[in-house]
């Protein structure tokens, strides 16, 4: 099904390649394939087109994650929530980040944060194995404790 996809956008003309709705679908099939640098790359291009949508630094974060390192991703996202600092995901993932670099203490911070701000986060924290050392907490975290 992924290359059908691939064939299928390889085929739309040229003038209209660069499109938003395009390129979306790339970045979109670039992760399902785990090719990350070209998604990275096509995230990259949709930060630049819609400086306005928060979505976009998210995804650059994750595919950025993968084909170079945490730590770029975590610059990206640190960025990001400066410009969109009602978006939970960010928030969410920052604390994905943090954890993982054993920053505990601030990923704490961060993942009540994000639950504050989103409640529908706990859920997908509950299996994140980004958040694996933190999972005995989760509920304390939700209640809004469990700083130290």
Request: proline share 5%; charged share 35%.
């Given at each position: 099904m992924a290359a059908e996809a691939e064939e299928e956008l390889r085929q739309?003309?040229?003038?209209?390649a660069g499109d938003l709705d395009v390129l979306s679908v790339w970045q979109s099939l670039w992760c399902v394939t785990r090719r990350w640098p070209?998604?990275?790359?096509?995230?990259?291009?949709l930060c630049d087109m819609e400086p306005n949508n928060g979505d976009w630094p998210i995804q650059l974060a994750y595919a950025t994650r993968r084909a170079s390192s945490i730590e770029e991703a975590e610059r990206i996202?640190?960025?990001?929530r400066e410009?969109?600092?009602r978006e939970s995901t960010i928030v969410y993932n920052l604390?994905?980040?943090a954890c993982?670099?054993?920053?505990?203490?601030?990923?704490?911070?961060?993942?009540?944060?994000?639950?504050e701000m989103n409640a529908s986060h706990y859920r997908l924290a509950q299996t994140d194995p980004?958040?694996?050392?933190?999972?005995?907490?989760?509920?304390?975290?939700?209640?809004?404790?469990?700083?130290?």
């Open positions: 739309v003309e040229p003038e209209r070209e998604a990275a790359e096509v995230a990259r291009r996202l640190r960025d990001a410009r969109f600092p604390a994905c980040y993982q670099q054993d920053r505990l203490d601030e990923a704490r911070t961060l993942l009540r944060t994000a639950f980004d958040l694996a050392p933190l999972r005995a907490e989760l509920d304390i975290l939700l209640s809004g404790g469990g700083l130290a």
